[in-house]
């Protein structure tokens, strides 16, 4: 059974740092691309970044370009998202989400929250 | 960027009733459309993925069509679980990625 569970989400402060894990099991993960995706409260989905199966080509939204950095272990079945230089814009709920270019984000974790305020 | 407007925003509709969801794309996608369904609290599921193909699990009274830049979402039959948000996403710059903004199935 495929699972993907996150962790590392809480309350920060603008300008602060946080560093979201998904730890993945189930599938065979160095064989897939992964996703980073977020919810604002009461809002839609966005898509924040992914990272292909070995880590050599990372993309990202543009609204996190220069502050996110998205990487992976693949010998711990690992995926994280390094947060710097928050802002209450970044508030959200974020899901990793398994990447698949055959057919999109086929499995999602169950999300942690990320609160940026004073 | 590759904005993805769904319509309507809100759609309430009685158990049995047939919904109709739509997806435009400000530029052709190809098919390279898929659909999802969020409940509360719950993280999205994908029901459809290259505009018709239902993802493992899903049932057949959901159902996807288009391609280009219209896209229709059809659920049959709305059984009570199928009351949720619906978000459209495409994948036709792969790897960027774009979500609609989603509609919302009511129970009327």
């Known amino acids: 059974e495929v699972q993907l569970v996150e962790s590392g989400g809480g309350l920060v402060q603008p300008g602060g740092s946080l560093r979201l894990s998904c730890a993945a099991s189930?599938?065979?993960?160095?064989?897939?691309?992964m996703s980073w995706v977020r919810q604002a409260p009461g809002k839609g989905l966005e898509w924040v970044a992914n990272?292909?199966?070995?880590?050599?080509?990372?993309y990202y939204v543009d609204s996190v370009k220069g502050r996110f950095t998205i990487s992976r272990d693949n010998a711990k079945n690992s995926l994280y998202l390094q947060m710097n230089s928050l802002r209450a814009e970044d508030t959200a709920v974020y899901y990793c989400?398994?990447?698949?270019?055959?057919?999109?984000?086929?499995?999602w974790g169950q999300g942690t929250l990320v609160t940026v305020s004073s | 960027e590759i904005v993805l407007t769904q319509s309507p925003a809100t759609l309430s509709l009685s158990p049995g009733e047939r919904a109709t969801l739509s997806c435009r794309a400000s530029?052709?996608?190809?098919?390279?459309l898929a659909w999802y369904q969020q409940k509360p609290g719950q993280a999205p599921r994908l029901l459809i993925y290259?505009?018709?193909n239902r993802a493992t699990g899903i049932p057949a009274r959901f159902s996807g069509s288009g391609s280009g830049t219209d896209f229709t979402l059809t659920i049959s039959s709305l059984e009570p679980e199928d009351f949720a948000v619906y978000y459209c996403?495409?994948?036709?710059?792969?790897?960027?990625?774009?979500f609609g903004q989603g509609t919302k199935v009511e129970i009327k």
């Open positions: 290259d505009a018709s």
């Open positions: 990272i292909k199966q070995d880590g050599s080509e990372k």
């Open positions: 989400a398994r990447d698949s270019a055959m057919s999109d984000f086929d499995y």
């Open positions: 996403q495409q994948r036709s710059n792969w790897p960027l990625r774009t």
């Open positions: 530029q052709s996608v190809s098919s390279y």
């Open positions: 189930g599938f065979t993960f160095s064989s897939y691309w």
